[in-house]
C-alpha cells in the first residue's frame, strides 16, 4: 500500500497541477451535457409535450435531434484535441515534481514542449497494438460463435467461460500498457522500447499494478455513481462532477509515474 500513500500525498501536495485534467473534462462536458442540450431548445421540447399530436411528427423530432447532435460531436472533438495538450504535459509536470520535489502550472508549456511529439507517437501506437488486438478478438468471437451453432448449450457454456477470460485479459492487457507513456516521459524511450520497459516491469508487478489501477478506478466510480443526480444542473453539476475523473486520472497517472521511477531504478542497478 505504499504507492497508494505516496499517490495521496503527492495529490494532496500537488493537487493544482490536477486543474487542466478538470479542464479536459469539464469544458466538454459543459459543451456536450444533456442540461445543456435541454435548455438550448427548451421551447420547442415543451411545445412538443403539451401537444402530443406533435410528437407524431418526425419532421419536429428529427429537427430537435438535428440541433442537439452537433453539441454532443462538438464535445467529442474538442475533448480529442484536448487530450493531446493536457495528457503528455502532466505527464510532464508529474514526472517533474516526482524528480525535483517541485512543479506548478508555470511547468505546464515546457512539458507540453517536451512531451507533445512522444505523446503523438505513443498515440499511434496503441493505435497499432489495439488494431492486432482487434483482429485478435474478432477471430476469438468468430471461433466461440461456431463453437455455440455446433455444439449448443455446451458452446454457450464455453461461450460465457471464454467472454469472462477475455475481460480479465484485457484488463491484464491494459495494465502490462500502463507503464508505456511513462517511460517515454521518464527516460526519452523510442516507441517500441517503451513498450517492452512496461511490459517488462509491470509483468514483475502485476498485481500491485493491477490492484491500485482497480482500486482507483472502483472508488472513482462509486463516487461519480453518488454524485451523477447533479448532472441535472445546468452547467454547475457537470463542473462538480468532472472534478471526479480529473482527480482519478491524476491519481493514475501519479502511481505510473511513482512506479515506474522506482522500478526502473531497481532494474538498471541490478543490470
Given at each position: 500500500m505504499k504507492y497508494l500513500e505516496?499517490?495521496?500525498?503527492?495529490?494532496?501536495?500537488?493537487?493544482?497541477?490536477?486543474?487542466?485534467?478538470?479542464?479536459?473534462?469539464?469544458?466538454?462536458?459543459?459543451?456536450?451535457?444533456?442540461?445543456?442540450?435541454?435548455?438550448?431548445?427548451?421551447?420547442?421540447?415543451?411545445?412538443?409535450?403539451?401537444?402530443?399530436?406533435?410528437?407524431?411528427?418526425?419532421?419536429?423530432?428529427?429537427?430537435?435531434?438535428?440541433?442537439?447532435?452537433?453539441?454532443?460531436?462538438?464535445a467529442g472533438i474538442i475533448s480529442f484535441v484536448l487530450a493531446f495538450v493536457v495528457l503528455p504535459a502532466t505527464y510532464g509536470m508529474i514526472n517533474k515534481a516526482a524528480a525535483t520535489g517541485h512543479a506548478d502550472l508555470n511547468d505546464f508549456v515546457p512539458a507540453l514542449k517536451e512531451n507533445i511529439v512522444k505523446y503523438i507517437l505513443y498515440w499511434l501506437g496503441t493505435l497499432v497494438v489495439f488494431f492486432i488486438i482487434g483482429i485478435a478478438m474478432f477471430l476469438v468471437i468468430l471461433l466461440l460463435s461456431l463453437l455455440v451453432i455446433l455444439l449448443k448449450w455446451f458452446g454457450i457454456i464455453i461461450a460465457v467461460l471464454a467472454f469472462i477470460a477475455i475481460l480479465i485479459l484485457s484488463f491484464v492487457i491494459n495494465a502490462l500498457l500502463g507503464l508505456w507513456f511513462p517511460s517515454m516521459v521518464i527516460e526519452n524511450l523510442s516507441v517500441f522500447d517503451a513498450l517492452k520497459k512496461s511490459i517488462s516491469i509491470v509483468s514483475k508487478n502485476l498485481l500491485v499494478v493491477v490492484g491500485i489501477t482497480l482500486l482507483i478506478s472502483v472508488a472513482s466510480a462509486i463516487v461519480g455513481f453518488i454524485l451523477s443526480f447533479l448532472d441535472i444542473i445546468p452547467v454547475i453539476g457537470p463542473i462538480i462532477t468532472s472534478i471526479i475523473p480529473a482527480l482519478s486520472s491524476f491519481a493514475l497517472f501519479t502511481f505510473y509515474i511513482m512506479i515506474y521511477r522506482e522500478k526502473s531504478s531497481m532494474d538498471s542497478a541490478a543490470v
Open positions: 505516496k499517490t495521496v500525498n503527492f495529490i494532496i501536495k500537488n493537487y493544482l497541477l490536477a486543474i487542466p485534467l478538470w479542464a479536459m473534462q469539464v469544458i466538454p462536458a459543459v459543451l456536450g451535457s444533456r442540461t445543456v442540450s435541454l435548455l438550448s431548445d427548451a421551447g420547442r421540447w415543451m411545445s412538443l409535450l403539451s401537444d402530443p399530436s406533435a410528437m407524431r411528427d418526425p419532421a419536429e423530432i428529427l429537427g430537435i435531434i438535428s440541433s442537439i447532435m452537433p453539441l454532443f460531436v462538438g
